[in-house]
């Protein structure tokens, strides 16, 4: 089954400790992107990659880093989460950029971070 | 500049009545809009999109939306409300420069209730 997988769904961390949100996908996308969800703000895009070893920042990108050693993982690192972290994260994948833009974006289903 | 708005954050329909989200975007040159549902604890799906093809545009579960250029408006209608419709729909619109090419500006989200 064609899908996007994030781990963990669900994470109370306190502030300054690191953690890592993995997402992978096995459609062999070559585009993936995070987005933070805050309500009454839509989603937010804070990177995305356009292919193995191309990471690029999008609106939101501070406090957080990514990387892309592999096709198929994109993981998200909070090296020192704070509390205005506090969000719901998506993790999505495209075959290719112009998909994206097109609106074929595959999510998965969201990982919920509380920092305190 | 693209920007895409809202215009209520939350909609209640009785089972059986119509639905229609509104959504009014900005943008500099033509856009493409699409629709998102996102089921509780669930990940974003691609609804309908507009790519500058037909302005009528149908979607997946009977929604269209129908795009006005004269009006800058997407809006999202369904004949008849059904409860498996209840969820948090966003409207979106493409930002696609060089080098920044497969970002989607989300909407603030409007939240449909559907009521027996």
């Known amino acids: 089954e064609a899908q996007v997988t994030q781990n963990p769904r669900y994470l109370i961390t306190v502030t300054g400790k690191k953690l890592t949100v993995t997402c992978s996908q096995n459609m062999n ?8 969800q805050d309500p009454g703000l839509g989603l937010r895009q804070i990177y995305y990659s356009m292919n193995v070893e191309a990471t690029d920042k999008g609106d939101v990108p501070e ?11 994109f993981p998200l690192i909070l090296e020192s989460p704070s509390p205005n972290q506090t969000s719901l ?12 833009n097109t609106g074929e974006l595959f999510f998965g289903e969201g990982s919920r971070l509380t920092v305190l | 500049a693209q920007s895409v708005t809202q215009l209520d954050s939350h909609v209640s329909v009785s089972e059986g009545t119509p639905v229609l989200l509104r959504c009014n975007y900005s943008s500099s040159y033509s856009p493409s809009l699409f629709w998102y549902v996102q089921h509780p604890n669930k990940g974003l799906q691609l609804l309908l999109k507009y790519t500058s093809a037909a ?6 579960n009977g929604f ?12 999202l209608t369904k004949p008849s409300a059904h409860m498996s419709d209840a969820a948090e729909y966003f409207c979106v619109v493409t930002r696609a420069w060089w080098g920044n090419t497969g970002k989607l500006i989300f909407g603030q989200g409007t939240t449909l209730q559907v009521k027996p």
């Not at chain 1, 070559?30 to 933070?36: G, L």
């Not at chain 1, 406090?63 to 993982?73: A, L, P």
């Not at chain 2, 269209?64 to 809006?75: G, I, Q, Y």
Request: glycine fraction near 4%; include cysteine.
């Open chain 1, 89 to 100: 994260y998506f993790c999505a994948s495209s075959l290719s950029d112009k998909a994206a």
């Open chain 2, 55 to 60: 302005t009528l545009v149908k979607g997946i």
């Open chain 1, 29 to 36: 996308h070559e585009y993936m992107s995070w987005y933070r």
């Open chain 2, 64 to 75: 269209e939306a129908e795009f006005k250029k004269s009006e800058t408006s997407f809006h």
């Open chain 1, 63 to 73: 406090g957080y880093k990514v990387s892309r050693k592999e096709k198929r993982n």
